[in-house]
């Protein structure tokens, strides 16, 4: 009777290895693709804020992928300069466009007359 149980242990114990190994060939869990950025950034339009708000960067195992990181810093940073750039051209215009108007014609005389000081 010791025997047969010694025996029935030791199959019980050999298909239960079996089943979590995976008996061979087969692979006990097949390899994933690795998780890609699902909504980047538009290319077609500036970034607003709710772009920003829905940008969601996927998680590896040490952290998030430094590709799409840099990809999505880059871009904000090219976005941020632009406006920074379009924003001094338009400050700078209504500057001069405010000296134009404080140095300009009297507003007060009439055509002809010489303006008093």
Known sequence: MFVFLVITMVVVVA????????GGDSAALPETAPEQLVDPLPEDRPVGRADVEALRLPVTVRGYRMADVDDALGRLGAELAERDARIAELESALAGAEATAVAGPDLFTKPGEEPTS
């Open 15 to 22: 298909a239960v290895t079996l089943a979590v190994v995976g």
